[in-house]
């Protein structure tokens, strides 16, 4: 079964960017759908982007315009670039393969200060 790594977590300031990456553990080049989640403590994780293995994409509208996920297949990672962040941005984001049940990776904190 797929392994899933995100790493890129840090703090930033408001307006500022990061990129998160998902390393798989085996080629996803045969697994369709690649994604991201988020998750503040005490909340329900939240669905932010997902991308198929012809490259579509989906967006939830909260980060529509500012985030951006992609993949490579080459390298068997997945990446979301956020731009413009905000502090409602801070969660731990975890990465997901649709491979063929779903599957999560461990998470990275994402902290976005005011």
């Known amino acids: 079964q797929v392994r899933l790594v995100e790493s890129g977590g840090d703090l930033v300031q408001a307006g500022g960017s990061l990129r998160l990456s998902c390393a798989a553990s085996?080629?996803?080049?045969?697994?369709?759908?690649m994604g991201w989640y988020r998750q503040v403590i005490g909340k329900q994780r939240e669905f932010i982007a997902t991308?198929?293995?012809?490259?579509?994409?989906n967006y939830a509208d909260s980060v529509k315009g500012r985030f951006t996920i992609s993949r490579d297949n080459a390298k068997n990672t997945v990446y979301l670039q956020m731009n413009s962040l905000k502090h409602e941005d801070t969660a731990v984001y975890y990465c997901?393969?649709?491979?063929?049940?779903?599957?999560w990776g461990q998470g990275t904190q994402v902290t976005v200060t005011s």
């Open positions: 085996v080629s996803i080049f045969f697994i369709n759908g």
């Open positions: 991308i198929t293995r012809g490259g579509t994409t």
């Open positions: 997901t393969a649709d491979s063929p049940t779903l599957v």
